[in-house]
């Protein structure tokens, strides 16, 4: 008997070193956790562990999700985030809903009462599996420490496959104090999950000429393509379909960047606030081939009016997702790469349509109704701030994260995206407060990048404490702050269909008259808060601007500073994210002006 294995075998480890050797075993650089009286014993476990996977401390639970969210988001791998019970883990449940609405591959690991107390009401005790079971793809509570390995390589299994999602792994503290035998730990174990099939079905080869069959007879086809498309990396292949057919592309606010913005065939995004011509093009196309998307009612409108005209090709991993919403005519579940390479693979010359006639039509679209906004004198528009901002990065490999609100859409219209996985943005469930947290997940990720967080002074607020952890983790996110003192989504909301009512949209002191919508319109000298002093009190750089000829020498000041920066951008409020259709209308009743 060697050396080594003799002091293997005297050796023991407890549950906490158990699950952080499996998380570095299964590939986790980084992990975003907030401690606390049930995790302790992860946490000095992560210390104990610390050359060999980096534990950051974010300033607020839901914080350290949503950059976990940043890390899978922007590198398609799994997620990690922690935090301990009651509280901790609640904090967290926005981040797991978050994740199970945009298909986002995490494993959040809380800390949990010991069982001995569970459903006594102990100090700190929520029932996490019940809370979240109906927002998680899966959940466990790890009840024997010699189940610990396996569990969390189920997780992370779970996590990453098939259509992916958020895993939750509660951990009660005497499990993870329990001890073993260093020797009697599998750390490569195996399992079977006999309700869980995700292997990808291959469409059959009569799919596939069904597919192409279509394309060569349509006349007025559109690729509409989402965020499956990104998860499935198939950006290069559907870029390559697009082309060699020549079909426009539009794109759901999940699918940005999946192919080329700046391409002559992009259609750029569609739906609510989407492009005029998108919507156009959808709405008159006779085939319409939806790739990696759930027919969301922010693209659908009213869905019995939507796409009505031609046929309907469906592509997609999971099967749930099938007729859910809309009918297809040819409904095939797979996964969406690998249906392009089968469709590349296929496709002849034969195959190509002729859609010159479509082309012309679609121009005629765009020269009419171009994404465009007014000249405002030397007030800084967002839209022009943000078309400032795709020049000045259009040539760096950038990484976007986006609050939610006006701020988002704007961003989702006026920055063009050429790669998959440089936009990042909270858009099934609209999380206020993604944006902050998401780029410190990238930048964690991609520390060499530039990573931008476009935001609004309402949802930045949401996770503003985040400051603190670009400082002290020396993460240089740069934060352009589109401040019009307002809940600017909502306030458009209001104009339209409340006659201006403002109710509760406002920002600054109840006593101004803009709270009531009674002010001149006029944006205050000093705004509030003063983001600029908040921003400086947790060691980031800022300053603020708000003359439009100032703007493009304080943005690349920005841009060009060597740590976290914070550039609060004063914008009127008045402006509204257009085009629009109403929520539940039809392309007809389309808002341009």
């Not at 690729?223 to 079909?247: D, H, M, N, P, W």
């Not at 426009?248 to 391409?263: I, K, Y």
């Not at 939806?290 to 009213?302: I, L, P």
């Not at 931008?452 to 949401?462: K, R």
Request: hydrophobic residues 40%.
């Amino acid at each position: 008997m060697t050396l080594a294995t003799v002091e293997k075998a005297t050796q023991t480890i407890n549950g906490a070193q158990i699950l952080v050797e499996m998380l570095i075993r299964l590939g986790t650089d980084n992990i975003y956790a907030y401690p606390g009286g049930c995790s302790m014993p992860l946490h000095q476990a992560l210390r104990e562990q610390r050359t060999r996977i980096r534990t950051i401390l974010p300033r607020h639970e839901q914080g350290g999700c949503f950059a976990a969210q940043g890390i899978a988001r922007s590198t398609g791998k799994v997620g990690v985030c922690m935090a301990t019970s009651g509280p901790g883990a609640t904090n967290l449940v926005t981040g797991i809903a978050d994740a199970k609405l945009d298909s986002i591959p995490m494993v959040a690991i809380t800390g949990q009462v010991p069982q001995s107390v569970i459903g006594t009401d102990a100090f700190q005790e929520t029932p996490m599996v019940e809370v979240c079971r109906a927002i998680t793809k899966h959940h466990y509570m790890i009840t024997d420490v010699r189940d610990v390995a396996r569990i969390v390589k189920e997780a992370f299994y779970i996590a990453s496959t098939g259509r992916p999602g958020p895993v939750l792994i509660d951990f009660p503290k005497d499990v993870q104090l329990t001890s073993l035998p260093l020797k009697d730990v599998d750390f490569d174990p195996d399992f079977r999950l006999p309700g869980y099939r995700p292997e990808v079905r291959t469409a059959a080869p009569e799919q596939i000429r069904q597919i192409l069959a279509a394309v060569k007879r349509a006349k007025r086809p559109v690729l509409y393509v989402g965020g499956g498309c990104i998860q499935s990396e198939a950006a290069e292949e559907l870029t390559k379909f697009a082309i060699r057919t020549g079909i426009p592309v539009a794109m759901t606010v999940m699918g940005l960047g999946v192919f080329p913005g700046n391409h002559p065939q992009s259609l750029h995004m569609l739906g609510m606030h989407g492009t005029v011509y998108a919507n156009y093009a959808v709405d008159q196309s006779d085939l319409l081939l939806a790739f990696g998307v759930r027919f969301d009612d922010r693209v659908t409108g009213k869905l019995e009016e939507f796409a009505k005209h031609g046929k309907i090709v469906h592509v997609d991993i999971d099967p749930s997702e099938i007729h859910k919403n809309k009918e297809a005519h040819i409904p095939i579940v797979t996964d969406v790469r690998s249906a392009l390479v089968a469709l590349n693979e296929a496709m002849t010359d034969a195959d190509i349509p002729d859609l010159s006639e479509w082309r012309q039509q679609i121009a005629v679209w765009k020269e009419k109704f171009p994404l465009a906004y007014a000249d405002a004198g030397d007030a800084i528009l967002q839209q022009y701030a943000i078309d400032e901002l795709c020049r000045q990065t259009q040539d760096r490999d950038t990484y976007i994260t986006v609050g939610v609100g006006q701020h988002q859409m704007w961003a989702a219209q006026f920055y063009k995206f050429s790669k998959p996985r440089r936009w990042l943005s909270s858009s099934g469930l609209g999380t206020m407060g993604f944006g902050l947290p998401a780029a410190m997940g990238v930048q964690t990720a991609h520390p060499n990048s530039l990573v931008v967080d476009i935001d609004g002074d309402g949802s930045f607020q949401m996770n503003i404490q985040e400051l603190a952890t670009l400082f002290c983790e020396k993460l240089p996110v740069k934060i352009l702050l589109l401040n019009n003192q307002h809940l600017g989504m909502v306030v458009q909301w209001e104009d339209r269909f409340h006659s201006g009512s403002r109710a509760h949209t406002y920002l600054g002191p109840v006593d101004h008259p803009e709270a009531l919508g009674e002010g001149d319109g006029a944006m205050p000298d000093e705004t509030f808060p003063n983001f600029v002093q908040i921003a400086r009190g947790y060691g980031v750089a800022a300053s603020q601007v708000r003359s439009k000829a100032a703007f493009p020498k304080a943005l690349a000041e920005m841009l060009n500073h060597d740590g976290p920066y914070l550039l609060d951008v004063i914008c009127p409020y008045q402006e509204h994210v257009l085009p629009m259709i109403p929520s539940g209308r039809t392309v007809r009743d389309i808002i341009t002006e």
